[in-house]
T-cell receptor
Framework: KAGVTQTPRYLIKTRGQQVTLSCSPI?????VSWYQQTPGQGLQFLFE???????NKGNFPGRFSGRQFSNSRSEMNVSTLELGDSALYLC?????????????FGQGTRLTVV | GNSVTQMEGPVTLSEEAFLTINCTYT??????LFWYVQYPGEGLQLLLK?????DKGSNKGFEATYRKETTSFHLEKGSVQVSDSAVYFC????????????FGQGTRLTINP
């Protein structure tokens, strides 16, 4: 079956702009989580959506937002981009919200802010 | 709060050497524990997991045992291959609260032929 698909794979944006990243989870998966990966901070949790509702949120400013659609596809948006937002953004899908449920990751979107 | 600490990298070994990557965690209750692997240019892949104390996760020759008494989940492999070169992440999901993955900082492993 198809894996987690993230688009686009690469993005270059200018400071102050906004960006939208997309994630299509594995068919039948209802939970989508987003993570930011940087060399300095490692992998940090942004937020999780389950059945179109944001269930959990990490410690990021309000410039980072997201949503989930009825088909479980998710988007995250970053407004007023800063240089420090340059990172690999990873999306993970899970079948349900249980703690033991395996998370499947996409290949990520590499965002560069110049 | 919940946290994961991994041994500092990078780690460089020769092919067929024995591998250990140390991982310890801080969490209340009984978290689930995971090892993920990231190959160059790729996302994360689950390598193995353990969901309760004394469980042993294993996959592709890698093993890790959930040790509650030492709050550890060390990754081991008896004989590494060049294809094992990657970045390895130890992670947990807490028993209570937000069902998110909390990751260690990652350990870059390079295997030389």
């Amino acid at each position: 079956k198809a894996g987690v698909t993230q688009t686009p794979r690469y993005l270059i944006k200018t400071r102050g702009q906004q960006v939208t990243l997309s994630c299509s989870p594995i068919s039948g998966h209802r939970s989508v989580s987003w993570y930011q990966q940087t060399p300095g901070q490692g992998l940090q949790f942004l937020f999780e959506y389950f059945s179109e509702t944001q269930r959990n949120k990490g410690n990021f400013p309000g410039r980072f937002s997201g949503r989930q659609f009825s088909n479980s596809r998710s988007e995250m948006n970053v407004s007023t981009l800063e240089l420090g937002d340059s990172a690999l953004y990873l999306c993970a899908s899970r079948r349900d919200g249980g703690m033991n449920t395996e998370a499947f990751f996409g290949q990520g979107t590499r965002l560069t802010v110049v | 709060g919940n946290s994961v600490t991994q041994m500092e990298g990078p780690v460089t070994l020769s092919e067929e050497a024995f591998l250990t990557i140390n991982c310890t965690y801080t969490a209340t209750g009984y978290p689930s524990l995971f090892w993920y692997v990231q190959y160059p240019g790729e996302g994360l892949q689950l390598l193995l997991k353990a969901t309760k104390a004394d469980d042993k996760g294993s996959n592709k020759g890698f093993e890790a045992t959930y040790r509650k008494e030492t709050t550890s989940f060390h990754l081991e492999k008896g004989s590494v291959q060049v294809s094992d070169s990657a970045v390895y992440f130890c992670a947990l999901t807490p028993e209570w609260g937000a069902q998110k993955l909390v990751f260690g900082q990652g350990t870059r492993l390079t295997i030389n032929p």
